[in-house]
Structure formats: C-alpha cells, structure tokens
T-cell receptor
Framework: DAKTTQPNSMESNEEEPVHLPCNHS???????IHWYRQLPSQGPEYVIH???SNVNNRMASLAIAEDRKSSTLILHRATLRDAAVYYC????????????FGKGTSLLVTP | GAGVSQSPRYKVAKRGQDVALRCDPI?????LFWYQQALGQGPEFLTY????????KSGLPSDRFFAERPEGSVSTLKIQRTQQEDSAVYLC?????????????FGSGTRLTVV
C-alpha cells in the first residue's frame, strides 16, 4: 500500500488559514487522496478527496502537486472547532476498500 | 437514521468476559467496516462487509474476534474471552457503495475497557 507522511502536530491561530501538508511519493495512478479528520471523542469525519485537480468544498480546499507526490489540505479560516487530528489517506477501488489511517496531524487552534 | 449509530457507547468488561458491539449503518449503505483504535493511534482496519457477505476479515487480530451482518444492515462485532489488550475504541463505518471514493461515514464508536 502506498504510504503517506504527515507532521505529527501543527498549531494555528484562530481565523488564520491553515495549510496541512502530506507527502505521498509512492502514489499510484489510480490512488485518490482522501482527507478525514477526527475530533476528540468522535469517529473520523470525511473532509475532502481528489485525484489530480485541486478541489474545493464547504469545509476545505485540497491542493495537489502536479506530480501528485504531495498535497496540502487548506482550511481557509481556522476556528476552535477545527482542532482535530487530520488524516491524509491514499485509496482507490483497485487497491481495495479499507482506509489505512496513519497517525495523522494533530492540529491545535489557539484563540 | 441520519448517521451511523453504535451501541453501547461505553463498555467495561472483566477479563475473560464475552462482549457484543452493535453497529446500525446508514440505511441503504451497502458497505460496512469495523475499525479498532488504540489510544493515541489512528484507526486500524478489522473487517469489511458488502451487504451480508464478509469479504475481508484480514484485520481481525485473533479468532476471538467475530463479526456478522446477517441481513445486510445491522452488524455485530463479538469479542470472546476479552483480554486487556482488547481495550480500545471500536469504530463502525458505512458507505453507499464499495470503494473509498464514495466516502465513509463513521459512528462515534464504542469505548471498550477490559479490567
């Protein structure tokens, strides 16, 4: 399985943009890049996913490098409720259906 | 319901006791997954169902773990003769169809503590 590398933790000020990086140098052509987040005492929550092009939704934006070996999840204005562990995961219908979570990035948001 | 429902929310079991954890997926969701999350770690895959068929149980840590989904909706994860290393949060997720591109909806989990 293709692996991802994320920083263990990051810190941001409230109402500032946050850029969460993810490296996936062994990504295959059929792998989608998925982001989930997990708030304390809750199950993971889908954030966004993409294949090649940048993606935007109401929660976040996903910027994918041209060579697809890295990506960045962008939270445009962090709020205290965005404090969570963010997981970057690769997956495709070809490689199976189980999401392989790593340890993720723990995001701390300070007022 | 609107989301994935898991019960009980918390379970304390004495070592050696059998436990059963329930998952009610989103109505109509074909795929159902169980994950185990130890403290400070990311969720680890246990098993996967497509409707009532258990297509992958490669993540089950031992033969004490058993999962079923007899009618293709509600699923139960059973752990026999619980041990302290079984203490973890057990998460259930469902998806409309097979494949990670459809997005998974997770429940809040059952926190199992074995004493």
């Amino acid at each position: 399985d293709a692996k991802t590398t994320q920083p263990n933790s990051m810190e941001s000020n409230e109402e500032e943009p946050v850029h969460l990086p993810c490296n996936h140098s062994t990504i295959s052509g059929t792998d989608y890049i998925h982001w989930y987040r997990q708030l304390p005492s809750q199950g993971p929550e889908y954030v966004i996913h993409g294949l090649t092009s940048n993606v935007n939704n109401r929660m976040a934006s996903l910027a994918i490098a041209e060579d697809r070996k890295s990506s960045t999840l962008i939270l445009h204005r962090a709020t205290l409720r965005d404090a969570a562990v963010y997981y970057c995961i690769l997956g495709s219908t070809n490689s199976g259906y189980a999401l392989n979570f790593g340890k993720g990035t723990s995001l701390l948001v300070t007022p | 319901g609107a989301g994935v429902s898991q019960s009980p929310r918390y379970k304390v079991a004495k070592r050696g006791q059998d436990v059963a954890l329930r998952c009610d997926p989103i109505s109509g969701h074909v795929s159902l997954f169980w994950y185990q999350q130890a403290l400070g770690q990311g969720p680890e895959f246990l098993t996967y169902f497509q409707n009532e068929a258990q297509l992958d149980k490669s993540g089950l840590p031992s033969d004490r773990f058993f999962a079923e989904r007899p009618e293709g909706s509600v699923s139960t994860l059973k752990i026999q003769r619980t041990q302290q290393e079984d203490s973890a949060v057990y998460l259930c997720a469902s998806s409309l169809r097979q494949g990670p591109i459809y997005g998974y909806t997770f429940g809040s989990g059952t926190r199992l503590t074995v004493v």
